[in-house]
């Protein structure tokens, strides 16, 4: 659950913050009706990939492709293009 406070209530209302976040929530900060800031726990120990994906799929930074990929191709033909690719970079 993410909850919104304007920098003003930010600032009068900063103990209540960290209590939300402590708490497990997100708490975004805004400026002029617009996020700016995110006040969020901190994960601690390890978190799996399945588990991280998830939560970037629910705060909406990644989605599901709409259909399924295909298997992968390589785009190189010859192998050893990476290592080309990052000398000619030098």
């Known amino acids: 659950m993410t909850s919104i406070y304007s920098?003003?209530?930010a600032k009068?209302?900063?103990s209540e913050i960290i209590r939300r976040a402590r708490?497990?929530?997100r708490v975004?900060?805004?400026?002029r009706g617009k996020p700016v800031a995110e006040v969020r726990p901190?994960?601690?120990?390890?978190?799996?990939?399945a588990d991280r994906l998830k939560d970037l799929e629910?705060?909406?930074v990644l989605s599901r492709p709409a259909k399924p990929?295909?298997?992968?191709t390589p785009i190189a033909r010859r192998p050893g293009a990476l290592r080309?690719?990052?000398d000619s970079r030098e």
């Not at 975004?28 to 400026?31: G, L």
């Not at 901190?42 to 990939?49: A, N, R, V, Y």
């Not at 990929?69 to 992968?72: D, E, M, W």
């Open 84 to 86: 080309r690719f990052l």
């Open 69 to 72: 990929v295909g298997r992968l």
């Open 58 to 60: 629910e705060e909406g």
């Open 42 to 49: 901190i994960q601690t120990g390890e978190i799996s990939l």
């Open 28 to 31: 975004v900060i805004s400026y």
């Open 23 to 25: 708490g497990g929530h």
């Open 12 to 14: 009068a209302k900063f």
């Open 7 to 9: 920098t003003y209530e």
